[in-house]
């Protein structure tokens, strides 16, 4: 716990103490541990561009910033994305399964 609690509110600032101590649920932890890595996005953005440019200038080719280094956040594929637009049909499927799912984390106590 302490070592969580080193993590998430001293070295990333993610949330006050008194809230990870008294109000915080267990889903948001996941959640926050989960995307930790985002908060260092702009400094990895940053070494990518200056990359690219000191590539640029040595090269004859043309090359852009994700030839340098592609990074996890940007591996959006057209090709999964759905081509039509969603029905009702869809709509509802979606929310039965959002609501299966909510009612297995309220059995499992996380929310």
Not at 44 to 56: D, L, P, S, V
Not at 64 to 75: A, L, N, S, V
Not at 94 to 105: P, S
Request: with cysteine; charged share 30%.
């Amino acid at each position: 716990m302490t070592e969580l609690f080193k993590l998430v509110v001293i070295q990333c600032g993610v949330c006050s103490v008194d809230y990870f101590l008294d109000k915080m649920q267990p889903y948001e932890l996941s959640i926050i541990c989960d995307s930790l890595h985002l908060r260092q996005k702009d400094s990895w953005e940053q070494a990518r561009m200056i990359a690219y440019i000191m590539a640029q200038v040595n090269s004859t080719k043309k090359l852009k910033p994700t030839d340098i280094i592609k990074f996890g956040w940007e591996d959006v594929d057209d090709t999964t994305a759905p081509n039509k637009p969603l029905t009702k049909e869809d709509v509802e499927q979606i929310k039965a399964i959002a609501l299966q799912r909510e009612k297995e984390l309220k059995k499992l106590g996380i929310i």
